[in-house]
């Protein structure tokens, strides 16, 4: 920009000027190509509504792998000229990884009082969407609280498709900030507070993190074998990403795996009703064998 046009808006607006980072550009073509490499490793259709978020969310990927023309990334990626550890990358960069402790709250009340009345199953749990291990937690402390920590075996499984999410919940420590759906004697119990380099941190008592265990699991893939039986199931807020097709075949899998007396909870806006599957409801986003 010429001085004399700089001077002419102002200090402040040539500041502007300045601050702002040019937005890489992506083609309608390589976004396309993107998506379907996506969608093949996830099955999770990105529209082209979602072009300007898979754009700033590949930005920095592309940047670190020495790459300002994201365009010139993308094709490098498709043509195999990265370690092929960058499609891994990519894909946990394009999931939706939002998540918090004792979210949809109800769930958990609904769930204290099965605990409650069948203190004498063995309580295997799983969430097939673990994300970065909030709701496992939330389980686990639940657990801790109503089955005990002594003889009662229960244990806590989160898979999750990105290999990202799945190391986060193996550490177990979160940003102080994020706790705020922890009830407060949770907190005392359950939870250690950081010091020194964890300053303004948590992490989850070693005694609850032992119950637990992280994996990566792809939905979309056939179960590994000996998966199962779970007494409860916690498939919550990642049915929607999926057309009705996908989400028919995931839930079908995932009820292979749910014992006879199990139940299912699913996310309050993700629907199985009128996806011909062999459940009943029991309670709003919560399902048993029909
Ligand atoms: C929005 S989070 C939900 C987390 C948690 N269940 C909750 O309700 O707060 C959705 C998670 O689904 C995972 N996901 C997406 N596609 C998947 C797939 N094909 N198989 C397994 N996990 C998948 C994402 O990586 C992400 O961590």
Redesign the pocket.
Known sequence: MPPEVMAERGPVAAAQTRALPATPALSARNFERVSALFQNV???RLTAAKHALVVTRLARLAGEAGESDLDRYVERLLAGALPPAETTRVVDRL?????YFF?EPEHFRHFAELLERHPERPWRVW?????SGE?IYSLAMLMADRLGQGDHRWSVLGT???TA?VEQGRRALYPAGRTNGIPGPYLKRYCLKGTGEHEGRLLVAGALRQRTRFET????QPLPAGHGPFDAI?L???LI?FDVEAKTAIVRRVLQALAPHGVLYT?HAESLVSLGLPIRGLAPAVYVHA
């Open positions: 996830s099955g999770i999931t939706t990884n939002e998540t979210r969430s097939g969407a673990s994300s709701e999750d498709l990105s999410m699991l792809n939905l979309m916690w919550r807020n990642v990403y996310g």
